[in-house]
T-cell receptor, first 114, second 113 residues
Framework: DAGVIQSPRHEVTEMGQEVTLRCKPI?????LFWYRQTMMRGLELLIY????????DSGMPEDRFSAKMPNASFSTLKIQPSEPRDSAVYFC????????????FGPGTRLTVL | GENVEQHPSTLSVQEGDSAVIKCTYS??????FPWYKQELGKRPQLIID?????GEKKDQRIAVTLNKTAKHFSLHITETQPEDSAVYFC????????????FGKGTTLSVSS
């Protein structure tokens, strides 16, 4: 298995632009998680899905952030409009049977908003 | 909700020494405690985990202990090597539907040779 796949690996954009991050979970995994990592705030859970349905989005910082999972093999995290404080590494992770199960992280997307 | 505190934030040891990282959690219902290792520029990866029905678990040079009464758990690395240098994250999750892992802030471990 290729593991969790994320794209792009690096994204540099200007303030105000729309940013879309993509994730393909491990095949057969029912849970998908989006995290944001910064030096100041550490690893923060933004949202997670179970069987393509959003379960908890309380970590989404504000309305500029949105996430979708149209099918079991694809999810997007969108930021519109982007701001410099959104600069961070965004990780996607998936797990097999539940939230108390091993989470496998993707390589991350390093986002820089100028 | 659950809150996980992790100490120390940085730890420097000499090669061959032991390293201990401690975490406390607030929700007595938490029952799963994984530890992740993140090397510089890489993704977090699970290195060991423990469930609340077990007090200790070992895997070669690493071990995790859990004290449910005191609500804390620790990662022990023996005979440290330079390749152990990384950021280590603890996490906890309540035994409750609709919840997810809560991570500690991380510990940066530096092993010097």
């Amino acid at each position: 298995d290729a593991g969790v796949i994320q794209s792009p690996r690096h994204e540099v954009t200007e303030m105000g632009q729309e940013v879309t991050l993509r994730c393909k979970p491990i095949s057969g995994h029912d849970y998908l998680f989006w995290y944001r990592q910064t030096m100041m705030r550490g690893l923060e859970l933004l949202i997670y899905f179970n069987n393509n349905v959003p379960i908890d989005d309380s970590g989404m910082p504000e309305d500029r952030f949105s996430a979708k999972m149209p099918n079991a093999s694809f999810s997007t995290l969108k930021i519109q409009p982007s701001e410099p404080r959104d600069s961070a590494v965004y990780f996607c992770a998936s797990s097999s049977t539940g939230v108390g199960d091993t989470q496998y992280f993707g390589p991350g997307t390093r986002l820089t908003v100028l | 909700g659950e809150n996980v505190e992790q100490h120390p934030s940085t730890l420097s040891v000499q090669e061959g020494d032991s390293a201990v990282i401690k975490c406390t959690y607030s929700d007595s219902a938490s029952n799963y405690f994984p530890w992740y290792k993140q090397e510089l520029g890489k993704r977090p990866q699970l290195i060991i985990d423990i469930r609340s029905n077990v007090g200790e678990k070992k895997d070669q040079r690493i071990a995790v202990t859990l004290n449910k009464t005191a609500k804390h758990f620790s990662l022990h690395i023996t005979e440290t090597q330079p390749e152990d240098s990384a950021v280590y994250f603890c996490a906890a999750i309540p035994n409750q539907a609709g919840t997810a892992l809560i991570f500690g802030k991380g510990t940066t471990l530096s092993v010097s040779s």
